[in-house]
């Protein structure tokens, strides 16, 4: 069974930094394409990042150059950092493993972050 | 950019039909999913690929998608089906869009 459990949220303050963990369980995180999808308190889903088995990186035009997503296959584990934070940064971050034309199959239970002063 | 319209609210009698519809640009020339997402949950994956069920969904989910609109019906709606419903597709470059949401209330 499949199963994604992340961590590291918090209240930090704006324009600091937060680094979210993802450990995976019952598949290889570098075998699969991985993602975060975000929602704010209230709103709806978006999505923020994905990193290929390859290698590859993409991010959401509202995150580029601020946050960076990795892997450590060693410890079977998903990241994201995030650097720069913003108070519309605040949300619940949710780690996915995804296929094809980005079909997000499995979520974790999410990780909030609130940023404030 | 491209942008997913979904109504903020649909309703259903129990035991009645419902569809979510979700609006964007020519999307039937896209593979439109959907999730559902209850509470304090997070979303699960009801519809792929504009209609098909994922192992543990009940037929009662299904899609359709053409011209500008995709839909997502609820058969034989049931309390438990009260949730919040999103659309998403992939522009086929480096661009995930999720619709607004729908939140289905079963009267």
């Known amino acids: 069974e499949v199963q994604l459990v992340e961590s590291g949220g918090g209240l930090i303050q704006p324009g600091g930094s937060l680094r979210l963990s993802c450990a995976a369980s019952g598949f290889t995180v570098s075998s699969n394409f991985m993602s975060w999808v975000r929602q704010a308190p209230g709103k709806g889903l978006e999505w923020v990042s994905v990193i290929y088995s390859g290698g590859s990186t993409y991010y959401a035009d509202s995150v580029k150059g601020r946050f960076t997503i990795s892997r450590d296959n060693s410890k079977n584990t998903l990241y994201l950092q995030m650097d720069s934070l913003r108070a519309e940064d605040t949300a619940v971050y949710y780690c996915?493993?995804?296929?094809?034309?980005?079909?997000?199959?499995?979520w974790g239970q999410g990780t909030l972050v609130t940023v404030s002063s | 950019s491209y942008e997913l319209t979904q109504p903020l609210s649909v309703s259903v009698a129990l035991g009645q039909t419902a569809r979510i519809t979700c609006g964007g640009n020519k999307i039937g020339n896209k593979n439109v999913h959907w999730y559902q997402q209850k509470p304090g949950q997070a979303p699960v994956l009801v519809i792929y690929?504009?209609?098909n069920r994922p192992s543990g969904i009940p037929e009662r989910f299904s899609g359709s998608n053409s011209g500008n609109t995709a839909t997502l019906t609820i058969s034989r709606a049931q309390a438990g089906d009260e949730s919040d419903y999103y659309c998403?597709?992939?522009?086929?470059?480096?661009?995930?869009?999720f619709g607004g949401g729908t939140k289905l209330t079963v009267l």
């Open positions: 690929r504009d209609n």
């Open positions: 996915t493993s995804l296929y094809g034309d980005f079909v997000f199959d499995h």
């Open positions: 998403q597709v992939w522009d086929g470059s480096t661009h995930v869009i």
